[in-house]
Nanobody, 126 residues
Framework: VQLQASGGGLVQAGGSLRLSCAAS????????MGWFCQAPGKEREFVAG????????YYSDSVKGRFTISRDNAKNTVYLQMNSLKPEDTAVYYC????????????????????WGQGTQVTVSS
């Protein structure tokens, strides 16, 4: 199993980045996908999630309206379009795969996810 995240970098406040996460080694279409972030000294936090078909999307309040999650099941890839970036978005961003959705809160909970990528650093300068 591999989740390879890419697309991070250094950007000025107000700028944009697009993160990608290429999946392999498991049946991508059977997993919800999520993005989480972790800043130094903080716990890993939910950013966005997406259902199997992509029809349902979930966002944290802090990114709603600025970030967009999407997936391409033909390419086994999930994306995170990040617009209007703020310095407080600075963190390592991880993609993750979730096989079993138990209830409406499952997608938001890091410990529910089965597989994790290695993370990609996003730094937003003021």
């Amino acid at each position: 199993v591999q989740l390879q995240a890419s697309g991070g970098g250094l950007v000025q406040a107000g700028g944009s980045l697009r993160l990608s996460c290429a999946a392999s080694g498991f049946t991508f279409t059977m997993y919800h996908m999520g993005w989480f972030c972790q800043a130094p000294g903080k716990e890993r936090e939910f950013v966005a999630g997406i259902s199997l078909s992509g029809a349902t999307k979930y966002y944290s309040d802090s990114v709603k309206g600025r970030f967009t999650i999407s997936r391409d099941n033909a390419k086994n890839t999930v994306y995170l379009q990040m617009n209007s970036l703020k310095p407080e978005d600075t963190a390592v961003y991880y993609c993750a795969a979730l096989s079993r959705v138990r209830d409406s809160s499952t997608d938001y909970e890091a410990h529910q996810y089965d597989y994790w990528g290695q993370g990609t650093q996003v730094t937003v300068s003021s």
